[in-house]
């Protein structure tokens, strides 16, 4: 019994801290928010001018994201009016999770640019369809803005991939002209409000996830770095109802077609030796194109991607380490990104990085971008290793391409063990040659024998 009621005030104390933590005299005084389904992500810009009831400055600001919504919610961003990055700490509270900022101070109607990325928020609708039908996916979403404050005044666009909609929240004022919709203007909307928004449309944009995402970078201080991807990727949009056809499937002159035939991903411009397999072997139907800032790689799979299919495939490539690697005496900073551009919107269950070191490298410290899982460093052991190389390897769940940014990892190595490997090619061919000298040496020969037995 004490303890329940020590789990109810704790509850309690948390409400309490949430809601004086709102400054309820704090007003949204204008949202202008910019809704885009034209891809099979959901990204959100919010342009946010603030004002206090009693004009002083506001120095905090509170995004809010309903519960429900946090689990997709893969990347969050809120910049002031001078486009300067602004820190945003997350917390937990009983109407959802809490953003919170520090603005600049001495601003009375300061103005915050917020982004916000969603994965997985399209569901297809219907969920299976057959080779010929057109994929349709309906979004849910809210009319509202949702705030723990007060919204003076508010607009919402909506930029859809078609201008084939089924149907829509027509919650009055809401206009639809071609692949816009608008809702608003709403006044003196309250806090936390919400009205259910619905959108029921036609998306053929590709539903390509990346399920698995393994990336190894093996790092020499020779001159290379070695890069490879092991990708497993599934079409995650309407699955295909009924057989395959390929004679349909070559008969059907559509542009927009359910499937995936290709995707484009961009590597390093400094990329070379450039490979793309799977369990078969090299698939010959790539293409790749060097531009000025990066390697275009068009992969084509050995058959098109419906929805629910599957493949899985290897690349890799090299780069040169000076573009990455930075020395100072004893002191190396490793600066790579933390995956690539895997095809256009993409969405990744789960990225893993692993990143090989020169044996003998001491006092490793990882600088991430963002929130990472670090995993228990592991030994890696290659041709002439003798007490293994370390390995670095972290991962982060629900990534997307506002995650493609660098991490920076630091380490010590001696110079002197970059003789190790020749010291040790030396020594045995060393042996090797004293071995055959000794070989060469020794008599086992019976020619005397014999001619001792042929004069008796």
Same mark, same amino acid.
């Given at each position: 019994?004490?303890?329940?009621?020590?789990?109810?005030?704790?509850?309690?104390?948390?409400?309490?801290?949430?809601?004086?933590?709102?400054?309820?005299?704090?007003?949204?005084?204008?949202?202008?928010?910019?809704?885009?389904?034209?891809?099979?992500?959901?990204?959100?810009?919010?342009?946010?001018?603030?004002?206090?009831?009693?004009?002083?400055?506001?120095?905090?600001?509170?995004?809010?994201?309903?519960?429900?919504?946090?689990?997709?919610?893969?990347?969050?961003?809120?910049?002031?009016?001078?486009?300067?990055?602004?820190?945003?700490?997350?917390?937990?509270?009983?109407?959802?999770?809490?953003?919170?900022?520090?603005?600049?101070?001495?601003?009375?109607?300061?103005?915050?640019?917020?982004?916000?990325?969603?994965?997985?928020?399209?569901?297809?609708?219907?969920?299976?369809?057959?080779?010929?039908?057109?994929?349709?996916?309906?979004?849910?979403?809210?009319?509202?803005?949702?705030?723990?404050?007060?919204?003076?005044?508010?607009?919402?666009?909506?930029?859809?991939?078609?201008?084939?909609?089924?149907?829509?929240?027509?919650?009055?004022?809401?206009?639809?002209?071609?692949?816009?919709?608008?809702?608003?203007?709403?006044?003196?909307?309250?806090?936390?409000?919400?009205?259910?928004?619905?959108?029921?449309?036609?998306?053929?944009?590709?539903?390509?996830?990346?399920?698995?995402?393994?990336?190894?970078?093996?790092?020499?201080?020779?001159?290379?770095?070695?890069?490879?991807?092991?990708?497993?990727?599934?079409?995650?949009?309407?699955?295909?109802?009924?057989?395959?056809?390929?004679?349909?499937?070559?008969?059907?002159?559509?542009?927009?077609?359910?499937?995936?035939?290709?995707?484009?991903?961009?590597?390093?411009?400094?990329?070379?030796?450039?490979?793309?397999?799977?369990?078969?072997? *090299?698939? #010959?139907?790539?293409? @790749?194109?060097?531009?000025?800032?990066? =390697?275009?790689?068009? %992969?084509?799979?050995? $058959?098109? !991607?419906?929805?629910?299919?599957?493949?899985?495939?290897?690349?890799?490539?090299?780069?040169?380490?000076?573009?990455?690697?930075?020395?100072?005496?004893?002191?190396?900073?490793?600066?790579?990104?933390?995956?690539?551009?895997?095809?256009?919107?993409?969405?990744?269950?789960?990225?893993?990085?692993?990143?090989?070191?020169?044996?003998?490298?001491?006092?490793?410290?990882?600088?991430?971008?963002?929130?990472?899982?670090?995993?228990?460093?592991?030994?890696?052991?290659?041709?002439?290793?003798?007490?293994?190389?370390?390995?670095?390897?972290?991962?982060?769940?629900?990534?997307?391409?506002?995650?493609?940014?660098?991490?920076?990892?630091?380490? *010590?190595? #001696?110079?002197?063990? @970059?003789?190790?490997?020749?010291?040790? =090619?030396?020594?045995? %061919?060393?042996?090797? $040659?004293? !071995?055959?000298?000794?070989?060469?040496?020794?008599?086992?020969?019976?020619?005397?024998?014999?001619?001792?037995?042929?004069?008796?």
């Amino acid at each position: 019994m004490s303890r329940y009621l020590v789990s109810l005030a704790v509850f309690a104390a948390v409400i309490l801290c949430a809601q004086s933590a709102i400054d309820v005299e704090i007003e949204n005084k204008n949202v202008d928010r910019t809704i885009d389904l034209t891809s099979q992500l959901v990204k959100i810009s919010y342009k946010i001018t603030l004002e206090h009831k009693t004009k002083k400055p506001i120095t905090s600001y509170l995004f809010m994201v309903p519960t429900e919504e946090r689990e997709r919610l893969a990347f969050i961003s809120a910049k002031d009016s001078s486009k300067k990055d602004l820190k945003l700490t997350e917390t937990a509270s009983p109407k959802g999770v809490t953003f919170s900022m520090t603005l600049p101070a001495g601003s009375t109607s300061p103005v915050v640019y917020i982004e916000t990325v969603f994965s997985k928020s399209l569901a297809p609708y219907p969920t299976a369809i057959s080779q010929t039908e057109r994929q349709l996916v309906q979004y849910f979403g809210n009319v509202y803005f949702y705030s723990p404050f007060k919204t003076v005044t508010q607009k919402t666009t909506v930029h859809l991939s078609s201008r084939n909609v089924e149907s829509y929240t027509q919650f009055k004022p809401a206009v639809h002209s071609d692949t816009t919709i608008t809702y608003g203007p709403y006044d003196n909307v309250a806090a936390f409000s919400t009205e259910p928004m619905t959108i029921h449309f036609e998306n053929y944009t590709p539903f390509l996830t990346v399920t698995k995402l393994e990336r190894v970078i093996e790092v020499s201080h020779w001159g290379n770095i070695a890069v490879e991807e092991t990708i497993d990727i599934v079409h995650s949009g309407a699955a295909l109802k009924g057989s395959f056809s390929r004679y349909d499937y070559q008969k059907d002159s559509r542009s927009n077609q359910a499937c995936v035939k290709s995707y484009k991903t961009l590597l390093p411009a400094a990329a070379t030796g450039v490979y793309y397999r799977d369990t078969n072997g *090299n698939i #010959s139907t790539s293409a @790749m194109r060097v531009l000025k800032d990066s =390697v275009e790689l068009d %992969l084509r799979p050995r $058959f098109p !991607l419906f929805g629910g299919w599957k493949t899985h495939y290897t690349l890799g490539y090299n780069v040169p380490s000076f573009e990455y690697l930075f020395q100072n005496g004893d002191n190396y900073l490793l600066k790579m990104r933390v995956l690539d551009h895997v095809f256009d919107d993409m969405v990744v269950d789960e990225v893993t990085t692993k990143i090989i070191l020169p044996e003998g490298s001491t006092n490793i410290k990882l600088i991430a971008p963002y929130t990472v899982t670090r995993h228990p460093d592991s030994l890696h052991y290659t041709y002439l290793d003798t007490f293994g190389r370390p390995v670095i390897s972290f991962s982060k769940k629900n990534v997307v391409e506002n995650h493609i940014t660098d991490f920076n990892l630091k380490y *010590n190595f #001696s110079r002197v063990m @970059m003789l190790q490997e020749p010291l040790l =090619v030396v020594g045995f %061919l060393y042996v090797l $040659f004293v !071995l055959v000298i000794i070989w060469m040496r020794l008599d086992f020969s019976i020619i005397k024998e014999k001619e001792h037995l042929h004069k008796d």
